[in-house]
């Protein structure tokens, strides 16, 4: 069965602390991995694709890495306007083009 | 540009009753989704369309209808109001850029069923 597992839960950083936060997944062929910032009460913000092992995208404190069997969101030196919930998605290569999430991790970085 | 808009932003519906969850994109993209959100998981799909006429099904789709006659809306219908689909939707669009897939979300739309 096709799965996507987010880990931890939640995380909380002092202002600065980097971390990096864990997706593994197990699906029939990869088409596209996602990785997504969402703010209480507010609709996911899109944050990087990613499509092949050894792939890494960059966007301010942020750094996305993948392998065959998980990607991470690195988070360097953290402020307390990163603390959200960060949601990892994948999307299989198939016959369709349906996408599964995980579950997400809290993120709080404290000043 | 608007992005992604959703209507309403919140809505109580009887057990039973039906009611249609509007979203409009214009930014042209030929791919939308219709996700639910329950409290504390991740995003579930219900719908996708990859284009005007062309609807599929999701993850979830049980107890949800969609259309999809323009390129910027993609209705979600529920028939029968059950408490299980008591949730928070998102409608979101996407299209492949020069770096991969981009996608935008709407607002969301929370809904209680009672």
């Known amino acids: 069965e096709d799965q996507v597992t987010q880990s931890p839960e939640a995380l909380r950083l002092q202002e600065g602390e980097s971390s990096s936060l864990n997706c593994s997944y197990t699906?029939?062929?990869?088409?596209?991995l996602f990785w997504y910032r969402q703010d209480p009460g507010k609709g996911p913000e899109f944050l990087f694709t990613?499509?092949?092992a050894g792939e890494e995208k960059e966007k301010e404190r942020l750094k996305a890495t993948l392998t065959k069997k998980e990607s991470f969101l690195h988070i360097t030196a953290p402020k307390p306007e990163d603390s959200a919930t960060y949601l990892c998605?994948?999307?299989?290569?198939?016959?369709?083009?349906?996408?599964?999430f995980g579950k997400g991790t809290r993120l709080h970085i404290l000043p | 540009n608007a992005g992604v808009t959703q209507t309403p932003k919140f809505r109580i519906l009887k057990i039973g009753q039906s009611m249609t969850l509007q979203c409009t994109q214009d930014?042209?993209?030929?791919?939308m989704y219709w996700y639910r959100q329950d409290p504390g998981m991740g995003l579930k799909l219900i719908y996708y369309?990859?284009?005007?006429?062309?609807?599929d099904k999701g993850e979830v789709p049980n107890g949800y209808n969609v259309s999809r006659t323009t390129t910027e809306d993609f209705p979600l219908r529920l028939e029968l109001a059950a408490p299980s689909q008591t949730s928070v939707y998102f409608c979101?669009?996407?299209?492949?850029?020069?770096?991969?897939?981009?996608?935008?979300f709407g607002p969301g739309t929370r809904l209680t069923v009672l």
């Open positions: 979101a669009s996407s299209y492949s850029g020069t770096s991969g897939r981009v996608e935008f």
């Open positions: 990613l499509y092949s």
């Open positions: 369309s990859v284009g005007a006429g062309i609807t």
């Open positions: 930014m042209n993209h030929n791919y």
């Open positions: 998605a994948v999307q299989r290569m198939n016959r369709d083009d349906k996408i599964i």
């Open positions: 699906v029939s062929g990869l088409r596209g």
